[in-house]
């Protein structure tokens, strides 16, 4: 059956995932990388397994409507004996769009799904800094992204208490 068209039959064409919570990573980027080695080349004889720390924090800030910026931060160190063996610091962030999510759910999405999203290429690039640093490569244990927000929404409440 042929209908009929006035010459725009494509004025509005229907959106298949029209009211489908959408989530998509329209860009991922180092936004800082520094990599100290300062002991080297004596640090690279170590035998000692070294002491390391990694701390994370994760911030997120619109850049349109729909549209946010999300910054992972990755800190970290590795210590013999209090001696600085290696040092990093990583921001990686990623523009990620957001559509047809309630605005009490945009945050959790914000601050957990979006940096899980962004992590595994996180973790990459720290292994790799590492590694050309001359040490084997740190490959970092998973984050739990919701025990973090969770954390922080404990502190907010704290904070305001």
Known sequence: MSMPTNGNATANPPQPNAGVPQLSCLAQYVKDLSFENP????????????????????????????????????????????????????????????????????QPIMMIECPRILFPFAREIVATSVRNGGYPPLLLDPIDFVSLYQQRLQAAQQAQA
Not at 71 to 81: N, P, T, Y
């Open 39 to 106: 002991n080297a080349p004596r640090s690279l004889q170590q035998t000692e397994p070294p002491q390391i720390s990694v701390q994370v924090n994760v911030t997120a800030k619109p850049v349109a409507d729909t549209d946010v910026e999300v910054e992972l931060k990755l800190e970290g160190k590795a210590e013999v004996g209090g001696t600085l063996m290696f040092g990093f610091e990583l921001t990686f962030a990623g523009v990620f769009r957001i559509l047809n999510v309630p605005q009490e759910q945009v």
